[in-house]
């Protein structure tokens, strides 16, 4: 298995309060990315990130911000936190040139709950 | 836009029973079509994938996928179920070089 590791595993926050969810993997992989996983919406891409301080938006960007400072730690920002944002969440590494072409790993998941 | 349709929302069959599931695709060129096998609680785990060459394409678990292009579809097969192959699976094709559009996915369930 692909080391990937994401944190925490399951979270409850409050409407309007930051959260931040940690990705790290241990594979030296140039790629990493964010879904979010929702009932009759498969996953869908909020960022991405093709290196160290190197990110882009995906899909379903708004409200959501990313930071990447070291290869092997991508972490996904909630700035306020709402909650249509209740979602599982998952981390995704490749070694590119993109994983629309190659093959993506991806971690067990976190599950957020905003009440 | 790209789009990936996944018709079936949940599909049962018996354990032994073949197996065919349906993924339809929209993309003006040419595809990089995955399927992926997700398991309860569990990330996603790569089943197979088409680049190009042969259509018909082999994976792990014994299940294989047979890209057609004229029907714009790339639908999942395998001869005889396992218990342990239920799950829920997506389709999905890649979108440049940093995306990837999933379908909805079609959650399997196996009767004994």
């Known amino acids: 298995d692909a080391g990937i590791t994401q944190s925490p595993r399951h979270k409850v926050t409050e409407t309007g309060t930051p959260v931040t969810l940690r990705c790290h993997q241990t594979?030296?992989?140039?790629?990493m990315y964010w879904y979010r996983q929702d009932p009759g919406h498969g996953l869908r891409l909020i960022h991405y990130?093709?290196?160290?301080?190197?990110?882009d938006k995906g899909e379903v960007s708004d409200g959501y911000s990313v930071s990447r400072s070291k290869t092997e730690d991508f972490l996904l920002t909630l700035e306020s936190a709402t909650s249509s944002q209740t979602s599982v969440y998952f981390c995704?590494?490749?070694?590119?040139?993109?994983?629309?072409?190659?093959?993506?790993?991806f971690g067990q998941g976190t599950r957020l709950t905003v009440v | 836009a790209q789009s990936v349709t996944q018709p079936d929302i949940h599909i049962t069959v018996s354990e032994g029973a073949s197996l065919e599931l349906r993924c339809n695709y929209s993309?003006?060129?040419?595809?990089?079509l995955f399927w992926y096998v997700q398991s309860p609680g569990q990330g996603l785990q790569l089943l197979l994938k088409?680049?190009?060459?042969?259509?018909l394409v082999q994976g792990i678990k014994g299940f294989e996928a047979e890209f057609k292009r004229s029907q714009s579809s790339f639908n999942l097969r395998k001869p005889s179920v396992h218990w342990s192959d239920a799950a829920e699976y997506f389709c999905a094709v890649g979108v440049g070089n940093n995306d990837m559009r999933f379908g909805a996915g079609t959650r399997l369930t196996v009767k004994p």
């Open positions: 594979e030296n992989h140039r790629y």
């Open positions: 088409y680049f190009s060459g042969d259509t």
């Open positions: 990130s093709y290196g160290v301080k190197d990110t």
């Open positions: 993309y003006g060129a040419t595809p990089y």
């Open positions: 995704a590494i490749s070694q590119g040139p993109g994983q629309g072409s190659t093959e993506a790993f």
